[in-house]
């Protein structure tokens, strides 16, 4: 159980396949001392990670509920030093990427845009209160190299693009003012490549090489990033090797 002068990595989306290799990578690296796993879904029942350095907090997704999870962090005086937001849908019951504008409504748009841009910025919101302290705090967010606007040369994937676009230029907008106001956090808008997990099971199959990545490889990746990332108040587009990804 969390103890209060605990230095604390917040995962949320933990019940996802990066998610919860995340939470067993930063468990195994033993660089901090307790993992706050967020997931919408029962994970401390269904979870293989058994550990007493793992609190697992389930939330709604909505904004109501991520403010209930951060006053509760708050009240228990949790020290944040990561945090990875592992939010992400591409697709789904009666939602498939678009390939024409035909293809396009607004009930998908809506949906996609509420979990990968949405939900996200929300946590940032919550979250500037606590991550206002003296130690350095790292937040990285899942987005993904189709929403750059400069890279896309294929179209397609209308909502999934567009809704990583529109997390980027929030993430932007955040690191400006976090810049201002929580000049000890860094934040950082991470590429993973295409990962072996649900969200890209139907599409692996056009995944040439080695170019399909085990969540594990991914988690580790990512976290070496935040170690190594300065301080700089600025936004960082980048891949799971730490290339700069184009906006």
Same mark, same amino acid.
């Given at each position: ?12 989306? $933990?019940?996802?396949? *990066?998610? &919860?290799?995340? !939470? @067993?990578? +930063? ?17 401390? $029942?269904?979870?293989? *990670?058994? &550990?007493?350095? !793992? @609190?697992? +907090? ?21 020290? *944040? ?167």
């Amino acid at each position: 159980m969390l103890k209060p002068d605990k230095n604390c990595a917040l995962v949320v989306g $933990a019940s996802g396949g *990066i998610g &919860s290799a995340l !939470v @067993t990578a +930063l468990l195994s690296e033993g660089k901090v001392n307790h993992v706050l796993a967020a997931s919408g879904s029962d994970m401390a $029942a269904k979870s293989t *990670i058994s &550990s007493s350095d !793992v @609190t697992w +907090l389930p939330y709604h997704y909505n904004e109501s509920s991520i403010t209930g999870v951060v006053e509760q962090l708050s009240d228990l005086g949790a020290s *944040i030093t990561r945090v990875c937001i592992c939010n992400g849908i591409l697709h789904g019951k009666n939602l498939r990427p678009e390939k024409r504008l035909e293809d396009l409504n607004s009930e998908s748009l809506q949906t996609l845009f509420y979990a990968n841009s949405i939900l996200p910025i929300l946590w940032l919101k919550a979250l500037r209160g606590l991550c206002n302290g003296d130690g350095r705090c790292c937040i990285a967010v899942l987005s993904a190299r189709v929403g750059s606007i400069s890279d896309n040369r294929l179209g397609g994937w209308y909502g999934y693009r567009s809704s990583k676009a529109a997390l980027n230029m929030l993430l932007k907008t955040a690191a400006v003012e976090y810049a201002r106001r929580n000049k000890n956090v860094k934040l950082i808008s991470f590429h993973p490549g295409t990962t072996d997990t649900d969200l890209s099971k139907p599409f692996q199959s056009a995944v040439r090489g080695k170019k399909l990545f085990t969540p594990e490889f991914v988690a580790s990746k990512l976290l070496e990033i935040m170690d190594t990332a300065d301080v700089d108040g600025e936004l960082s587009f980048l891949d799971w090797e730490g290339k700069k990804v184009d906006w």
